[in-house]
């Protein structure tokens, strides 16, 4: 059964830094996180920041120049390193991995979602 179990959310003032971890796991296959995604109240959610199989990253132009994201393929996890945070930051961080299952006829893709980390900016 896939797992993504995140950590590293909670309270912090703005200008502070938090780190987001998310370990995937339980798939026999090819699992691959691969992006942050968040939820503010009332607002749909959004892409934070992606990164290719190739390491190749992209980010919300709100977050450029703050946010890095990174992967340790060794451990199968994604990271969000999230500096100089503003209130407008605070939302649920979802992390995304996609299963790549090959079939008789090509490969299959499956997306699974955490269960999320809370991130709050307030001061």
């Known amino acids: 059964q896939v797992q993504l179990v995140e950590s590293g959310g909670g309270l912090v003032q703005p200008g502070g830094s938090l780190r987001l971890s998310c370990a995937a796991s339980g798939s026999r296959f090819s699992l691959n996180p691969k992006g942050w995604y968040r939820q503010a109240p009332g607002k749909q959610r959004e892409l934070v920041a992606g990164?290719?199989?190739?390491?190749?990253?992209n980010y919300a132009d709100s977050v450029k120049g703050r946010f890095t994201i990174s992967r340790d393929n060794a451990k199968n996890t994604l990271y969000l390193q999230m500096n100089s945070l503003k209130p407008e930051d605070t939302a649920i961080y979802f992390c995304?991995?996609?299963?790549?299952?090959?079939?008789?006829?090509?490969?299959?893709?499956?997306?699974?979602w955490g269960q999320g980390t809370q991130v709050t900016v307030s001061s």
């Open positions: 995304l991995a996609e299963e790549s299952r090959p079939t008789t006829y090509g490969y299959v893709s499956t997306q699974y």
């Open positions: 990164i290719s199989s190739g390491g190749v990253t």
